[in-house]
């Protein structure tokens, strides 16, 4: 397969490409800046250099064209203020589903958080990124051209991966490894009967492989 990743320097980004590559996908990640190239090269991925923010429709399309599956795991950053919220988290991911649809990728997995809302109340930065990743979310949701599977990890961490999650419309809090959230990605893209679900993840005592096949087409 060839997956096209926003976000492609991303923590999660970074697992999901380095995994891709050396079962043999080709792995694309988007990125900003030109000088995290040789990080993408250096997992075995395609940099391709696109800023989502300004980008066009149909860059970033061209981008998407001939991929088998887009990943939306772009995000502004704890560090970035609310303006950039809704310029990236939703945004972004807005402009990269409707370059997928054009491109003809149906596809389509969203990286998400839990807690996504778009009527969450607050004017804190959380709450407001809690807010464009709830509308970004709904968008996606909407559209009838894209295969999409909305996944909302838990609390990040970087522990080493167990492989033992809890997938669930709905977990609860808990904390769960950036390793397993990628692999957790691995294999939704390799399930399509996902398509249609928005789930949770956290860390639990379920076998990756499992917990996606139990909750495949449910």
């Known amino acids: 397969m060839r997956i096209v990743i926003a976000g492609g320097h991303g923590q999660i980004a970074l697992r999901l490409e380095r995994l891709l590559a050396a079962r043999g996908d080709e792995a694309a990640g988007i990125i900003r800046n030109p000088g995290q190239s040789d990080d993408l090269r250096a ?82 930065v959380f709450d407001v990124y809690l807010r464009a990743k709830g509308e970004a979310d709904a968008d996606v949701r909407s559209r009838a051209a894209l295969d999409w599977t909305i996944l909302r990890p838990g609390m990040l961490t970087n522990d080493a991966g167990t492989g033992q999650v809890l997938l669930a419309a709905s977990t609860g809090r808990g904390p769960v490894p950036r390793d397993d959230v990628a692999a957790a990605l691995v294999e939704l893209l390799d399930t399509p009967a996902t398509a249609g679900l928005t789930l949770e993840l956290i860390s639990g005592n379920v076998p990756l492989t499992v917990a996606v096949k139990d909750i495949a087409g449910n």
């Open 43 to 124: 997992v075995g991925a395609e940099p391709v250099v696109l800023d989502l923010e300004s980008a066009t429709v149909d860059e970033v399309a061209e981008a998407l064209r001939g991929a088998d599956a887009a990943v939306f795991a772009a995000g502004a950053g704890p560090d970035s203020g609310t303006a950039r919220k809704d310029t990236v988290d939703r945004g972004a991911a807005v402009l990269f589903a409707d370059a997928a649809e054009r491109a003809g990728v149906r596809r389509y997995v969203v990286v998400s958080s839990m807690g996504a809302d778009p009527d969450h109340a607050g004017d804190e």
